[in-house]
């Protein structure tokens, strides 16, 4: 990381931080005596002019901040999200598969992201009730049935294409640099499916 890139994330840490403070209803004062430093320390840590991790912790914890949103992992997350640009698990899946050669695997794959995003659509666009639904040629329960019979054949029919892609499954692999990205996203999901179960 340059210098440049290390004082630019400084300064964001600082304006986070300040942002973090003045929600909470600290003062720099107050928050100084509460972490046991001085001022001044806080003053050059929000300005981007010091770096002192210890105090950015002690901090976070005061604020009651996360930890995500002041380092800006919120923010990479926010960029990457399905509004703007593929999300990180679109991004991995067509990592996995891109060179892999397999026949119909790619399609197969993009079907089942565009049903799982439909189902998420259709749903969110009936909320209001000034959007028409005429747009919607199938019943919603009907929709929804189909929808999931769709994806709970997915798994057997990913089987099926790989059963015959034969030893081209070995260039199934994201490369070693997505690794962690791939480990928080894997974790992020499973975290959400057993909060809902």
Do not use: W
């Amino acid at each position: 990381m340059s210098n440049d890139s290390k004082d630019e994330l400084t300064l964001r840490i600082g304006e986070k931080l300040t942002a973090a403070r003045i929600e909470s209803g600290y003062t720099q004062s107050c928050a100084a005596r509460a972490v046991g430093t001085s001022q001044s320390c806080i003053s050059a840590v929000e300005h981007g002019k010091k770096q002192n991790v210890n105090i950015i912790i002690a901090l976070i914890k005061l604020y009651g901040a996360s930890y995500e949103d002041v380092f800006g992992l919120v923010k990479v997350r926010e960029k990457n999200s399905a509004l703007g640009c593929p999300d990180e698990g679109s991004e991995l899946l067509r990592e996995l598969i891109k060179d892999s050669g397999i026949k119909g695997l790619e399609t197969q794959t993009d079907m089942a992201v565009k049903i799982c995003t439909y189902m998420l659509l259709r749903k969110l666009y009936s909320e209001n009730p000034h959007n028409s639904h005429k747009l919607f040629e199938l019943d919603t329960e009907e929709t929804m049935e189909r929808c999931v019979k769709y994806l709970s054949a997915q798994p057997k029919d990913l089987d099926r294409i790989l059963g015959m892609a034969g030893k081209k499954v070995n260039r199934l692999e994201v490369s070693v640099e997505k690794n962690p990205e791939l480990r928080a996203f894997i974790k992020e999901c499973e975290h959400i499916l057993l909060a809902c179960t």
